[in-house]
């Protein structure tokens, strides 16, 4: 069956470093991989898209990695503030079909002062 | 202005009872989709619907039927009300995924249930 995998344990890191988030999945061929961001009490919002063919992308502070070999995503936060806590998720949408997208559990980012 | 609203943000109500939340999105698109995130944070999809296509979730269950009275609303009825049916449900809306498959999503705040 599809599996969507990221770590469901908290990560806890100190502020300054870099906070990389994994995201694993298994039976999918996904044309493309979205990052979002989820804080409590509100919905996730979009941070970033890497398409199948892209090895990484980069915004600000941001990058993802993508290796369809491995079937894995990194997201990495450089220089993490403490306003950088929170849920991240990765999404994966399939080629054709639906192109609906599938959630993984999400990781909690907690970035210490 | 709030792009992708939900109302109302809270429902508490009793188990076998009739509910609706609604949504409206401003943002021009196509797409409306509902998400349920169940108590281990799982967001599971449980309708896509555009002009042209309802696509349910078939591990939803009936009593759960989204109506759309125009491209910038799609609202979620629930029918008898179970204590499995707790959860926070939110509202998104895309591009249409057919013309432009990478667009992102924008989520509502979610609505919290919570079924006595």
């Known amino acids: 069956s599809q599996k969507i995998e990221q770590n469901s344990e908290a990560l806890n890191i100190q502020e300054g470093k870099t906070a990389t988030l994994t995201c694993n999945y298994t039976n999918y061929s996904p044309a493309y991989l979205q990052w979002y961001r989820q804080d409590p009490g509100r919905g996730p919002v979009f941070l970033l898209l890497i398409r199948e063919n892209e090895k990484e992308k980069r915004k600000e502070r941001l990058k993802v990695t993508f290796d369809t070999t491995l079937k894995q995503s990194l997201f990495h936060i450089t220089a993490s503030q403490p306003a950088d806590s929170a849920t991240y998720l990765c999404?994966?949408?399939?080629?054709?079909?639906?192109?609906?997208?599938?959630f993984g559990r999400g990781t909690s980012l907690i970035v210490h002062p | 202005d709030t792009a992708v609203s939900q109302t109302p943000k809270y429902l508490v109500t009793q188990m076998g009872n009739d509910k609706s939340i609604k949504c409206e999105q401003n943002?021009?698109?196509?797409?409306m989709y509902w998400y349920k995130q169940d108590s281990k944070k799982f967001l599971k999809i449980m309708f896509s619907y555009n002009n042209k296509e309802l696509i349910i979730n078939e591990t939803v269950p009936n009593r759960f039927s989204p109506k759309s009275p125009d491209k910038a609303h799609l609202n979620l009825h629930i029918n008898s009300l179970e204590l499995g049916d707790s959860a926070v449900y939110f509202c998104?809306?895309?591009?249409?995924?057919?013309?432009?498959?990478?667009?992102?999503?924008?989520f509502g705040e979610g609505s919290r249930l919570t079924v006595l």
């Open positions: 999404a994966l949408r399939p080629k054709g079909g639906s192109y609906i997208p599938t």
């Open positions: 998104a809306s895309s591009r249409d995924p057919g013309l432009v498959a990478t667009g992102e999503l924008f």
């Open positions: 943002l021009g698109h196509d797409t």
